[in-house]
């Protein structure tokens, strides 16, 4: 009987490891939300619902916050498909964006470009 022990550490260890990839794709730094890499993320009032129009070009100065196969939707976060059918991360039905002209944790200067473009405040 010293297996149910085992098992029983083992299925904690599991589920321990299993929470602790769970990740949120952004957190909050010095008043807005920040994609893994540190970067400030963005949000485009263009945006319908749950769909990203910001392709092409626009995707290439506003580079998506990409989801992998893997990544799950959890809370306020969801995973939308882009028109490319890549995955994207979104904050309440928002997709997520990078802007391509900062270049390093803390820059915020996509904010308010064409008054159409905002940091996510957490």
Known sequence: MKLLPIALLTASLLGICASASAQSPAKAADGVLVGPN?????IFDKDAGDK???NGGCATNWPPLMATDADKAAGDYTIITRD????????????????????????KTGDNVGTVWHV???
């Open 84 to 107: 490319d059918g890549k995955k994207q991360w979104a904050l309440k039905g928002k997709p997520l964006y990078y802007w391509a002209k900062d270049t390093k944790p803390g820059d």
């Open 120 to 122: 996510v405040k957490p």
């Open 52 to 54: 990203s129009v910001c």
């Open 38 to 42: 540190g970067m400030t993320l963005y």
